[in-house]
């Protein structure tokens, strides 16, 4: 094959355009070849309907003297507890987008995305506490994995896209997903954009140039970064990072430097929240000389290396759901795995400060709803849980576990201990409770 550029076509009113108006400007230009590539995701029941109408549309156009032909390529998705399907759904399409480019010999790959694709972008990162990068919004142009990745209509606002498709008398999909509000999206495209859109008219223009200014810092940002992660990593180990000299830093460049090593190594970024709970908890972490695990992350902290074990399958954006009520009844002591928590709970015998093994035949083990009470000690003051974490200096990630309640009492809390309301009596039978968290 000759001289080619690749356009990501879903059917769809967008890409439909752009298609369409990268065959005709191929046409004139002569010998260059336009490849239509098509992911079929097998999410939607009219995605078979929708690879016909590509593979239709495609032939058609190339009876009628335009330089295209159609790609596709079938991805099946698999989800684990935790991850979102946007997220699977994105990175699968832009792998299957990446391999049928590199096998057909091209390097650039045509985006549809306007302008209000960018202002919503904008828009989504704001809500999810991005940093510099996911405030860019999306770049017009931007190479990964050899190929260019290019988006020639994000400056351009969508009725220009409409009326280009009317004028052409353009055939497209719809596709049904957009319907669908539990994606952040379509929650924002349907319940958020029209009420903005009439208090503030201007605002896709307004915000997809605020975005563009934010780009225009990226390189002065990215230098910036690189230079405060410079001698942080682990020799030969990329995927560590020296914590100790790390926490040295000002709470700006810790974020600044952990945005950028989690960035290159996971391959996602991470949000705002979770660079200011880590930038914050890790130095005291390491001043207790505490190891940690983040989970959701990847991430462990240990002897003053913080590394990344895994990149993160989760959508960081949307804590993973802990799992509802379950019922135990512990008649011996040991380990009692709880794989649906993550953890262990480790039953011991104890002389003092343990509960009466009767009280364990009955648990019901819940996640934090809000407004539970917790006496630390005999004689003090129940108080929130918030309230004892804080005291106690129980960091955020350590309190996931599972709580234990006999009927409406609550007995055990992971990282406070036996609820004092529940010690057996000096001299009784008890066993002690300890919650293992299980390792990344």
Same mark, same amino acid.
């Given at each position: 094959?000759?001289?080619?550029?690749?356009?990501?076509?879903?059917?769809?009113?967008?890409?439909?355009?752009?298609?369409?108006?990268?065959?005709?400007?191929?046409?004139?230009?002569?010998?260059?070849?336009?490849?239509?590539?098509?992911?079929?995701?097998?999410?939607?029941?009219?995605?078979?309907?929708?690879?016909?109408?590509?593979?239709?549309?495609?032939?058609?156009?190339?009876?009628?003297?335009?330089?295209?032909?159609?790609?596709?390529?079938?991805?099946?998705?698999?989800?684990?507890?935790?991850?979102?399907?946007?997220?699977?759904?994105?990175?699968?399409?832009?792998? +299957?987008?990446?391999?049928? %480019?590199?096998? &057909?010999?091209?390097?650039?790959?045509? $985006? /549809?995305?306007?302008? #209000?694709? =960018? *202002?919503?972008?904008?828009?989504?990162?704001?809500?999810?506490?991005?940093?510099?990068?996911?405030?860019?919004?999306?770049?017009?142009?931007?190479?990964?994995?050899?190929?260019?990745?290019?988006?020639?209509?994000?400056?351009?606002?969508?009725?220009?896209?409409?009326?280009?498709?009317?004028?052409?008398?353009?055939?497209?999909?719809?596709?049904?997903?957009?319907?669908?509000?539990?994606?952040?999206?379509?929650?924002?495209?349907?319940?958020?954009?029209?009420?903005?859109?009439?208090?503030?008219?201007?605002?896709?223009?307004?915000?997809?140039?605020?975005?563009?200014?934010?780009?225009?810092?990226?390189?002065?940002?990215?230098?910036?970064?690189?230079?405060?992660?410079?001698?942080?990593?682990?020799?030969?180990?990329?995927?560590?990072?020296? +914590?100790?000299?790390?926490? %040295?830093?000002? &709470?700006?460049?810790?974020?600044?430097? $952990? /945005?950028?090593?989690? #960035?290159? =190594? *996971?391959?996602?970024?991470?949000?705002?929240?979770?660079?200011?709970?880590?930038?914050?908890?890790?130095?005291?972490?390491?001043?207790?000389?505490?190891?940690?695990?983040?989970?959701?992350?990847?991430?462990?902290?240990?002897?003053?290396?913080?590394?990344?074990?895994?990149?993160?399958?989760?959508?960081?954006?949307?804590?993973?759901?802990?799992?509802?009520?379950?019922?135990?009844?512990?008649?011996?002591?040991?380990?009692?795995?709880?794989?649906?928590?993550?953890?262990?709970?480790?039953?011991?015998?104890?002389?003092?400060?343990?509960?009466?093994?009767?009280?364990?035949?009955?648990?019901?083990?819940?996640?934090?709803?809000?407004?539970?009470?917790?006496?630390?000690?005999?004689?003090?003051?129940?108080?929130?849980?918030?309230?004892?974490?804080?005291?106690?200096?129980?960091?955020?990630?350590?309190?996931?576990?599972?709580?234990?309640? /006999?009927?409406?009492?609550?007995?055990?809390?992971?990282?406070?201990?036996?609820?004092?309301?529940?010690?057996?009596?000096?001299?009784?039978?008890?066993?002690?409770?300890?919650?293992?968290?299980?390792?990344?």
């Amino acid at each position: 094959m000759g001289a080619c550029v690749a356009v990501a076509f879903s059917g769809g009113r967008d890409s439909t355009a752009l298609l369409h108006a990268t065959a005709c400007a191929a046409r004139e230009s002569g010998g260059l070849q336009v490849l239509a590539l098509h992911v079929h995701h097998g999410l939607s029941s009219s995605a078979d309907s929708w690879l016909r109408h590509a593979e239709s549309l495609c032939a058609e156009w190339a009876s009628q003297g335009l330089p295209v032909s159609l790609l596709s390529r079938r991805v099946v998705l698999s989800l684990s507890a935790g991850q979102s399907l946007e997220a699977e759904a994105r990175r699968a399409r832009y792998g +299957a987008l990446t391999e049928m %480019a590199t096998q &057909a010999g091209c390097d650039l790959i045509l $985006l /549809a995305h306007h302008r #209000r694709d =960018q *202002a919503e972008t904008l828009l989504l990162q704001a809500l999810r506490g991005g940093g510099v990068s996911g405030l860019a919004g999306m770049p017009q142009q931007v190479w990964r994995d050899d190929i260019c990745w290019a988006r020639p209509w994000l400056a351009y606002p969508r009725e220009a896209i409409e009326a280009y498709v009317a004028r052409h008398e353009l055939s497209f999909v719809d596709d049904d997903s957009n319907e669908d509000e539990r994606f952040a999206r379509n929650r924002l495209r349907r319940q958020v954009w029209p009420a903005l859109v009439a208090a503030f008219p201007q605002a896709e223009a307004s915000l997809a140039t605020s975005a563009s200014h934010v780009a225009d810092c990226l390189p002065g940002v990215l230098a910036w970064q690189s230079a405060l992660l410079d001698g942080l990593c682990m020799p030969a180990q990329p995927a560590q990072l020296n +914590a100790v000299a790390w926490s %040295a830093l000002s &709470a700006a460049e810790r974020r600044a430097s $952990l /945005a950028l090593w989690y #960035r290159l =190594q *996971a391959g996602q970024p991470l949000p705002g929240t979770w660079l200011e709970r880590l930038a914050q908890e890790v130095p005291a972490m390491l001043f207790r000389q505490h190891p940690g695990r983040w989970r959701e992350l990847g991430l462990s902290l240990y002897r003053g290396v913080l590394t990344l074990e895994a990149p993160a399958p989760f959508d960081l954006a949307s804590p993973t759901p802990l799992p509802d009520a379950q019922h135990l009844c512990i008649q011996n002591a040991g380990d009692w795995p709880l794989p649906d928590w993550h953890g262990v709970l480790r039953v011991s015998l104890a002389s003092e400060g343990g509960v009466s093994p009767s009280l364990l035949k009955g648990l019901s083990l819940r996640p934090r709803s809000g407004g539970e009470q917790f006496q630390a000690g005999p004689g003090r003051p129940p108080r929130s849980l918030k309230k004892q974490f804080q005291s106690a200096g129980v960091p955020t990630w350590d309190r996931q576990g599972p709580l234990l309640y /006999a009927g409406e009492q609550l007995v055990f809390v992971p990282g406070l201990g036996v609820d004092a309301r529940c010690l057996a009596a000096p001299g009784q039978p008890q066993w002690a409770l300890d919650w293992v968290p299980a390792t990344c």
